[in-house]
């Protein structure tokens, strides 16, 4: 009882100290721009102060999606106790889609956990029905943007590189370049290049992104290696990338020079073989006939052949089984069980040795019916 007491004590301490002593918190928001082109990065900033360390408080807040008028991405967020008051800070990375005023209006709610909650915590409560939380919706400072038009969708700061060898290969030798794009916007506007010149097979690799999201937009390197086959001379064309710069603030252009491929006769004899037969050898085509029948040889002696299995009627089988017979004993038999009275005068000369001969008696089977 005692220890109930203590609970219940301890309970009402609590929620005295939470409505005494509830969280107070301010929220601020910041834009690095107040003017930006379409597709250029915006970040945003987002900082709720608390008045302690507010271990009771929840925010949930993250706007992060595709908005209609905007593309929005987290970047970070953080949460931290400095001088003993909890601050938590939100970072976002915004793509305009259009042009004009864009607002970032969002708001986030915050949640303050309940009495009810502290004391099923307390007291030892399974069974609570009732909300946790008290619930909080906080309007935030609206963010306004001057989104301008561009005529371009790929808006940066970027380098183009172009990674190649010496332009000479041999007939069906690949040539290979890589293509690498370094720098920081919107990379996703970057689309995979193509190639096509007559007479020449051409091996596109996938696109490689190396690619982190920062303040800047996304910062990294895009890449596509290509291959380039032909039995002749070829030229892979000049490609033009436009894009807006955002560091000069007009449109701009990467380009990959066209390279001219000297493409020389095919491999050599002596680079094709190992080893170069001599030329002395002829071969002698009559050979061709030992080599088969050796073969056919071969085959008759290992494979067993199966004859072709014919069903005989009664007769023709009693025929059989007599041509079969390797004794006048065992052909006496045969004629016996077949049917003695016809074959009674057979069976008696074998037995009085009148007939000693097996192909003899097989001979007059033949003309006997």
């Known amino acids: 009882m005692r220890k109930n007491l203590g609970r219940v004590f301890l309970a009402i301490l609590i929620f005295l100290h939470v409505e005494v002593f509830a969280s107070a918190y301010t929220w601020s928001a910041t834009s690095n721009k107040t003017t930006a082109y379409l597709n250029e990065p915006i970040h945003l900033r987002y900082i709720c102060s608390f008045s302690d360390r507010a271990e009771v408080m929840t925010i949930v807040f993250n706007p992060a999606s595709e908005h209609e008028k905007y593309t929005l991405k987290n970047l970070r967020q953080s949460q931290n106790i400095v001088d003993g008051k909890r601050v938590n800070i939100y970072e976002f990375v915004a793509f305009a889609k259009v042009a004009g005023e864009i607002k970032f209006d969002f708001e986030a709610q915050m949640k303050q956990t309940t009495k009810e909650s ?8 399974d069974n609570m029905q009732k909300e946790q939380f008290a619930k909080e919706s906080f309007k935030l400072e609206t963010l306004s943007v001057n989104v301008k038009e561009t005529d371009k969708s790929l808006v940066g700061n970027f380098s183009i590189e172009v990674k190649k060898h010496e332009p000479k290969v041999k007939a069906h030798e690949p040539y290979h370049i890589e293509v690498a794009i ?11 290049l193509e190639f096509n010149i007559d007479s020449v097979k051409i ?20 890449s596509q290696k290509f291959a380039f086959v032909s039995e002749a001379d070829f030229k892979i064309p000049e490609i033009r990338i436009e894009y807006f710069n955002l560091a000069e603030q007009k449109s ?33 085509y009559s050979y061709i006939y030992y080599i088969f029948a050796f073969i056919a040889g071969f085959l008759v002696a290992k494979i067993e052949i199966k004859k072709r299995v014919v069903k005989l009627n009664a007769e023709e089988e009693f025929r059989k089984k007599i041509d079969e017979t390797k004794s006048l004993n065992e052909l006496m038999v045969l004629l016996a069980l077949r049917d003695s009275k016809k074959y009674e ?21 033949k003309v006997t019916k």
């Open 252 to 284: 701009d252009v990467l380009v990959i020079n066209a390279i001219d491929v000297s493409v020389a006769k095919g491999f050599s004899k002596e680079e094709l073989l190992d080893k170069v037969e001599d030329d002395s050898f002829k071969f002698d």
């Open 203 to 222: 091996f596109a690799g996938d696109v490689v992104q190396k690619i982190e999201l920062s303040e800047n937009g996304e910062s990294g390197e895009w």
């Open 182 to 192: 370094k720098g920081n916007g919107n990379f996703e506007a970057l689309k995979p």
């Open 345 to 365: 005068q057979i069976i008696l000369d074998i037995e009085s040795k009148k007939i000693v001969s097996l192909s003899g008696a097989k001979m007059l089977l």
């Open 118 to 125: 502290i004391e099923n915590t307390v007291i030892g409560r």
